[in-house]
């Protein structure tokens, strides 16, 4: 594991139609202290038919080391490291010829937070994006921060109005900036939930992966 690329070296875990054969893609990244192949028990419940999903692994089941809403500086290079984890799974769908107005971005707990953070640093049109218990990775987050559109990307945001983990208001706020760089945001706060993933949270998951 290098220092300045924890994530670098780490496996990328695969599972429904092979990407070769695929005619679109999801791309899941884990929670802390869970692994690639926990997240990709997702795929269980979503369609497989026609669809790759991808899940990288984070170096000691870390993404980085501090609370999300740390000053980014505090996570580094760990944060760096893991976008540019992210970055290569994505790169090779590309390579695979699907490009990204079909594929699915998203993850659960600190994996959310990655995801929902890559999507807002590399504005185009996905073709969703995903986020479980999480939101926009920084001590503070502005819409100054992140400038380019979505381009309509469909985004479902559902978390727990009163996680341990993360903040409602941050998932407010993550509602609000993607909503400005052009999202269209379904938004979803579920009243004593807990740090977890609920049936109607993968129905709406569910409804993206189908519309790819």
């Not at 970055?87 to 600190?110: H, K, N, P, T, Y």
Request: hydrophobic share 35%; with cysteine; glycine share 8%.
């Amino acid at each position: 594991m290098s220092t300045s690329d924890p994530h670098g070296d780490q496996q990328v875990v695969t599972a429904g139609t092979d990407l070769s054969d695929a005619d679109a893609a999801v791309v899941l990244s884990h929670g802390r202290g869970a692994t690639a192949q926990s997240v990709l028990s997702f795929a269980n419940e979503l369609p497989t038919d026609g669809i790759a999903y991808l899940a990288p692994q984070a170096a000691r089941n870390t993404w980085y080391p501090q609370a999300f809403t740390a000053p980014e500086e505090r996570n580094e290079p760990w944060l760096s490291s893991a976008l540019a984890k992210l970055d290569s799974v994505i790169e090779r769908v590309a390579d695979a010829g699907i490009d990204r107005e079909r594929v699915l971005i998203g993850g659960f707990s600190q994996g959310a937070c990655l995801s929902s953070e890559y999507v807002a640093r590399n504005p185009t049109r996905y073709g969703g994006l995903a986020v479980l218990s999480g939101g926009l990775i920084g001590d503070t987050v502005s819409e100054d921060d992140y400038p380019g559109s979505l381009d309509g990307t469909p985004a479902f945001l559902g978390c727990s109005d009163r996680d341990p983990h993360i903040d409602a208001e941050r998932v407010r706020e993550t509602d609000r900036i993607l909503t400005a760089m052009d999202a269209e945001v379904d938004m979803r706060l579920y009243e004593g939930m807990g740090h977890t993933v609920i049936p109607d949270e993968l129905d709406a998951v569910r409804s993206l992966v189908e519309s790819l």
